[in-house]
Antibody, heavy 119, light 119 residues
Framework: QVQLVQSGAAVKKPGASVKVSCKASGYTFTSYYMHWVRQAPGQGLEWMGIINPSGGSTSYAQKFQGRVIMTRDTSTSTVYMELSSLRSQDTAVYFC????????????WGQGTLVTVSS | QSALTQPASVSGSPGQSITISCTGTSSDVGGYNYVSWYQQHPGKAPKLIIYDVSSRRSGISNRFSGSKSGNTASLTISGLQAEDEADYYCTSYTSSSPHYVFGTGTHFVFGTGTKVTVL
């Protein structure tokens, strides 16, 4: 069965960086794009970017350009999302989500990782 | 791209039907049949329920149905049940290519989300 298991919660200071992992299992890792979506407390869903686990190509939402880097490790079937220059507004739950068909259709989601940015 | 507009909240009594609207433009909802709907219970990851405007994901109750007219998509929940109380988000993929091509920008937008309350 498909599973996406994310790393645990993190607390960071303003200006620091955070790296969240998402380990995939139950399917061929390189056959499906992966996305990152975040949700601030009490707010809606916000798309951050997409990575192709096969070749490593990425595309980021304009809002996060220059601050986010998405990578993958095919040997461990893991994708990573690193967000830098953290500010309090980055406090959110970060989700990875598998793309079923390559058209932003998210069929499986990770459990979410809470990142808290606080001094 | 601007977020798709959803009502902040919709409520209904058990057994009733409710409809959630998702209003966009001819550049997103109105221009493509790639509208999807996600259900999110508190503290959980979103779950795909409807894709391609009106296709129900396998395992999803037939009480959930989707439709579109012009620039507005709709999710209808019939025979409302207590377990349907959740947040609902629409999304639209906005590319003529059925498979995302890296380097062509962002072709996706989330809705603002709707809280469904079962009275």
């Amino acid at each position: 069965q498909v599973q996406l298991v994310q790393s645990g919660a993190a607390v960071k200071k303003p200006g620091a960086s955070v790296k969240v992992s998402c380990k995939a299992s139950g399917y061929t890792f390189t056959s499906y794009y992966m996305h990152w979506v975040r949700q601030a407390p009490g707010q809606g869903l916000e798309w951050m970017g997409i990575i192709n686990p096969s070749g490593g190509s990425t595309s980021y939402a304009q809002k996060f350009q220059g601050r986010v880097i998405m990578t993958r490790d095919t040997s461990t079937s893991t994708v990573y999302m690193e967000l830098s220059s953290l500010r309090s507004q980055d406090t959110a739950v970060y989700f990875c989500a598998r793309d079923l068909r390559g058209d932003y259709l998210f069929d499986y989601w990770g459990q979410g990782t809470l990142v808290t940015v606080s001094s | 791209q601007s977020a798709l507009t959803q009502p902040a909240s919709v409520s209904g009594s058990p057994g009733q039907s409710i409809t959630i609207s998702c209003t966009g433009t001819s550049s997103d909802v109105g221009g493509y049949n790639y509208v999807s709907w996600y259900q999110q219970h508190p503290g959980k990851a979103p779950k795909l329920i409807i894709y391609d405007v009106s296709s129900r994901r396998s395992g999803i109750s037939n009480r959930f149905s989707g439709s579109k007219s012009g620039n507005t998509a709709s999710l209808t929940i019939s025979g409302l049940q207590a377990e349907d109380e959740a947040d609902y988000y629409c999304t639209s993929y906005t590319s003529s290519s059925p498979h995302y091509v890296f380097g062509t920008g962002t072709h996706f937008v989330f809705g603002t989300g709707t809280k469904v309350t079962v009275l």
